[in-house]
């Protein structure tokens, strides 16, 4: 299984942007994803992608605001976060799904997983 680190989290205020990264250590998935924890709350879906470039999707809550997209030459996955909210500020994880569709939202349908970063915004 690959070994994932995520990147890029901080204290942003409102309507503020980050960029998230994750890089991977082997091409052994055909999918990876962000999720996104807060205190208190199950961990969430926030965006998934296809590795061989067939599809995105995204929750709800993040559509229009969150764009992921991955680097083509290596096997890094970006979310870039935009109109930032208090209510985004949550511990995100990118995980890898060997098999599973860029639309699994499901936790279980992710095999390894990083150990998260911090997104903090203030209002």
């Known amino acids: 299984q690959p070994r994932l680190v995520e990147s890029g989290g901080g204290l942003v205020q409102t309507g503020g942007s980050l960029r998230l990264s994750c890089a991977a250590s082997e091409r052994s998935f055909d999918t990876m994803g962000w999720f996104r924890q807060a205190p208190g709350k199950e961990r969430e879906f926030v965006a998934g992608i296809s590795m061989t470039g067939t599809g995105t999707a995204y929750a709800d809550s993040v559509k229009g605001r969150f764009i992921i997209f991955r680097d083509a030459m290596k096997i890094t996955v970006h979310l870039e976060m935009n109109m930032l909210k208090p209510e985004d500020s949550a511990r995100y994880y990118c995980?890898?799904?060997?098999?599973?569709?860029?639309?699994?939202?499901?936790?279980?349908?992710?095999?390894?997983w990083g150990q998260g970063t911090q997104v903090t915004v203030s209002s």
């Open positions: 995980a890898s799904s060997r098999y599973g569709a860029y639309s699994s939202t499901s936790i279980t349908a992710f095999d390894s």
